[in-house]
């Protein structure tokens, strides 16, 4: 992997100097963690014109969460702990006579900003923008395997949460459970704080599990992910518990399964981010659901849990081969409940047999 590190470092160096930056400040822990294979705790990245730092308040542990550092990456960990990493490598470009430094403005903070300018005065500091994200955009195979793996890990927990007794059991209790599940089958942890809706709080997006009870008749909608090796994956599903599923319950199921079905289909090589939401949008909405519906349909995944690309009605660009996104459709009917399905899958051409389904999990609607 430290040539994998080494040729990210190597895009970014090249993309600096075209625009005419002798070095790279990184800040963003998700992006020191893709360029540099670790992110312990307020690390930050100097990419410079021959050589790249890590700069650490702290030694990095090597635990899995921080990740597994580039061995050849030069690291330097302060002496003092009140230090601030970013402010040392400001401090460097200067000493090697960087007359620019590009640093990630979204990220950083105006106070850092200003002890960045106070420490080397004569560096130019410019705005890098999102150039690492848009690096990390479209994923290498062994990315795709982390998140393939982190998807089989989240199939197995809910799998066998289906296979227990779910009435009575209260949302907050379900979804410690769950997360105890993905830990127990190889996860780093939970990908994002795992949500379970029952009855009338089922199909809401990202809710939080309340102390509510699980009741015979009710929608169920559960909502989790793996971090497996700093890579995230997302599947929701929606069950019935108990008895058969009410006819307004089918009804609604099976409008939400078709419109996450278009959009899954649209996920295609060259396909507008915008176009990608409208065909799971436009299912809903001539149902009559307009008003319900979540800002975008789906967004993209790796490192982080909600990256680019926005599957939104405003998103500007097309999809790429080997970009993983998420489609989540869902409805939520105030005071009686709702649906949502949720998949991660990765585009890839037709050829090669068109999207790649990662989380397998029945869409069948289970009365449970």
Not at 116 to 143: F, H, M, N, T, Y
Not at 201 to 213: E, V
Not at 222 to 234: P, W
Request: contains cysteine.
């Amino acid at each position: 992997m430290s040539d994998v590190y080494a040729a990210r470092r190597g895009l970014l160096r090249d993309r600096c100097a075209a625009a005419g930056n002798a070095a790279a400040l990184i800040t963003r822990p998700a992006n020191v963690r893709y360029l540099s294979g670790a992110s312990p705790l307020g690390a930050v990245l100097l990419v410079g014109p021959t050589d790249d730092v890590l700069f650490c308040a702290g030694a990095p542990t090597g635990e899995a969460d921080e990740g597994r550092l580039d061995e050849h990456l030069r690291v330097c960990v302060l002496g003092n702990p009140g230090a601030d990493p970013a402010v040392a490598a400001a401090d460097m470009a200067a000493g090697v006579r960087a007359d620019s430094l590009a640093v990630e403005e979204h990220h950083i903070t105006v106070g850092r900003h200003r002890a960045l300018r106070s420490v080397a005065p004569r560096l130019r500091l410019a705005d890098l923008g999102a150039a690492v994200e848009q690096q990390r955009l479209v994923k290498d195979e062994e990315e795709i395997a982390c998140l393939r793996i982190a998807a089989e890990i989240a199939d197995q927990a809910l799998g066998e949460l289906l296979e227990s007794i779910l009435v009575g059991r209260t949302e907050r209790h379900l979804a410690l459970e769950l997360e105890r599940r993905l830990v127990d089958h190889g996860a780093d942890g939970p990908a994002f704080p795992t949500s379970v809706g029952t009855g009338p709080h089922s199909g809401r997006s990202r809710h939080r599990p309340s102390d509510r009870r699980v009741e015979e008749g009710d929608f169920l909608s559960v909502c989790l992910g793996a971090n497996y090796r700093g890579y995230r994956c997302e599947i929701g599903r929606t069950f019935v518990i108990g008895t058969s599923p009410a006819d307004w319950q089918i009804a609604l199921y099976d409008l939400v399964f078709t419109a996450q079905r278009a959009g899954r289909e649209a996920l295609l090589p060259g396909a507008a981010y915008r176009d990608v939401d409208h065909a799971a949008r436009s299912v809903l909405d001539s149902a009559g659901h307009a008003e319900a519906l979540a800002p975008s349909t789906g967004h993209g995944v790796g490192l982080e849990i909600d990256e680019d690309p926005q599957l939104a009605p405003t998103a500007m660009g097309k999809l790429d081969a080997c970009v993983p996104v998420t489609v989540e459709p869902g409805v939520h009917l105030p005071g009686r409940g709702g649906v949502r399905i949720d998949d991660t899958l990765v585009v890839r051409p037709e050829a090669d047999g068109g999207p790649e389904l990662l989380t397998i999990t029945t869409k069948e609607l289970l009365a449970l």
